[in-house]
């Protein structure tokens, strides 16, 4: 679990490399096909060889996808995953589908299987940085042109991927950006990537809230690691050194220790779920 920035997807392909397994993705934009660059999906590289489920396969124009549907396909994944003998780990930013998952009606998750929740956690006025600093890359790596080729003055944004934060916002620019000057396109683009970053900071907020409601709810598989320091590093060697150090190798541990003591437990219980995601 984590707010948006802080990391969640870096851990689940780090854990997922160490286990030899796959991820389910619970983010619920990124389920939708298109806009990578808004919607911050790995990449190939990032990957690693890593497969990852139900990550960039619907496309919006067939609407939402509930928390039920979710919980539903998220949980034939795991099925097939845990008949493999494979450790389940579920990434993403929406713990609505994550609690939904958990309370499926086909069986509550938590009964039949073993869970364990890592919060990877980030003090807010540090994630807000970094959040901020992150759409200005986004904007230099084609965010504005990847929007505009969605662009539709008459689209619904309340349905599928048009709900991620900065197509709305990126919307009222594009609707006026041929009735206007230069000088007055830069101001207008200036609000609207003021709007994408005040908007995520308070999704972060928002998510650290529900997370810390899930945490109390899970209490007894949940573990907290805290991520502050690697984003206070200057440069990228020292956020990798520290990211090992602080986050990787006491989650490797933590997951570890968990699945051991899951066999050792009982060896017929179909395999464990490890979860990361956020809340939204």
Same mark, same amino acid.
């Given at each position: 679990m984590g707010a948006t920035g802080s990391g969640k997807s870096r851990l689940a392909i780090d854990l997922a490399t160490r286990f030899q397994t796959d991820i389910i993705n619970s983010d619920k934009i990124q389920v939708y096909k298109g806009l990578d660059v808004l919607t911050n999906k790995v990449t190939p590289q990032e990957c690693r060889g890593v497969p990852h489920h139900l990550l960039g396969v619907f496309d919006s124009e067939d609407g939402n996808l509930t928390a039920t549907d979710f919980a539903l396909l998220a949980s034939q994944e795991i099925s097939t995953l845990s008949a493999n003998n494979k450790l389940p780990i579920v990434a993403g930013g929406s713990n609505s589908y994550i609690e939904a998952l958990a309370n499926h009606s086909s069986g509550p998750l938590l009964n039949n299987y073993e869970c364990c929740f890592i919060w990877v956690d980030v003090s807010l006025p540090v994630l807000n940085s970094f959040v901020s600093k992150r759409v200005d890359r986004m904007m230099e790596a084609g965010l504005l042109d990847e929007v505009r080729q969605v662009y539709d003055p008459k689209a619904d944004y309340s349905v599928g991927i048009r709900r991620a934060i900065g197509v709305p916002e990126l919307h009222e620019y594009l609707r006026y950006e041929s009735l206007v000057d230069r000088a007055t396109q830069r101001k207008m683009l200036d609000v609207a990537? +003021? +709007?994408? &970053?005040?908007?995520?900071?308070? %999704?972060? !907020?928002? *998510? %650290? *809230? +529900?997370? *810390?409601? %899930? #945490? &109390? +709810?899970? &209490? #007894? !598989?949940?573990?907290?690691?805290?991520?502050?320091?690697?984003?206070l590093k200057h440069n990228e060697e020292e956020a990798d050194e520290a990211w090992e150090n602080l986050v990787a190798r006491p989650t490797k541990r933590i997951v570890d220790k968990f699945s051991n003591r899951h066999v050792m437990k009982n060896d017929s219980v179909e395999h464990c779920l490890t979860t990361i995601g956020a809340a939204s």
């Open positions: 990537v +003021k +709007k994408i &970053k005040q908007n995520t900071e308070i %999704l972060a !907020c928002r *998510q %650290l *809230q +529900k997370i *810390q409601r %899930l #945490s &109390k +709810k899970w &209490k #007894s !598989c949940m573990h907290h690691v805290d991520a502050t320091e690697v984003f």
